[in-house]
């Protein structure tokens, strides 16, 4: 059955590209809201909304959304509900929102000056992925860091689970050559950042134990004397 449900998803979303065209996109304030074909072949009308402190319920969610996607690094929901507060207070949050459920959130707050961004946090629903939502929402966070004067939006993916090919050896010697033949061994999110124009330009060996380094990830998001 499922395999039936996917292969009806594939004709709609052939067909709606033919009589639709892309996804479209219409400016509603602070709002967009963004249609779509869902799965199953259902209409979807998903909101991406910059939240402020109002926001108690969606704030609540975007809370759960670190326990279920992050627990290893906010251990308990009082640690994931004071955590939100903060990225409002450091940057703009937007989240995805359909139906009033947030199918997740992005952050970013300026770190060097108004120029140097850093992306943080990005979270998805599990049962949400695989549908460009994380993708719309780091277009969106890098339009909101642009217009904030932001040059290049930065991030920090850590390898803890022994997820790349970086993870083994010592990141001390021969780094910039092992960044250069990295390999994706076990879904690590680095390729995500790349098909969304990020670039590996760095490591930190060892920063969560011997063997389990952080990959720094940038994007220019203006040229110089661009606009």
């Not at 499922?2 to 998803?9: H, I, K, P, T």
């Not at 939006?153 to 997820?163: N, V």
Request: charged residues 30%; contains cysteine; aromatic residues 8%.
């Amino acid at each position: 059955m499922e395999r039936f449900w996917d292969g009806l998803w594939n004709c709609v979303k052939r067909i709606a590209a033919v009589v639709t065209g892309p996804i479209s996109r219409r400016n509603t304030g602070s709002r967009q809201s963004v249609n779509g074909i869902g799965r199953r072949g259902r209409m979807r009308i998903m909101k991406i909304v910059r939240l402020s402190g109002e926001d108690k319920e969606k704030l609540s969610e975007c809370a759960r959304l670190l326990l279920e996607c992050f627990a290893h690094a906010w251990n308990t929901w009082e640690e994931a509900e004071a955590e939100i507060p903060c990225l409002l207070e450091a940057g703009p949050v937007l989240a995805a929102v359909e139906e009033e459920q947030v199918l997740g959130f992005v952050g970013a707050r300026p770190t060097y000056g108004p120029y140097g961004w850093e992306l943080h946090p990005l979270v998805v629903k599990t049962g949400a992925r695989k549908q460009g939502i994380g993708s719309l929402l780091v277009k969106e966070i890098e339009k909101e860091a642009l217009e904030q004067g932001a040059v290049v939006l930065y991030l920090g993916t850590d390898d803890e689970d022994g997820a790349t090919s970086l993870s083994r050896g010592d990141l001390f010697i021969d780094t910039f050559q092992k960044i250069e033949n990295i390999r994706n061994e076990k879904n690590h999110p680095y390729e995500f950042y790349q098909k969304n124009g990020y670039r590996i330009v760095g490591v930190l060996p060892d920063v969560n134990g011997y063997g389990k380094p952080d990959i720094y990830m940038a994007k220019r998001l203006r040229e110089k004397g661009g606009e």
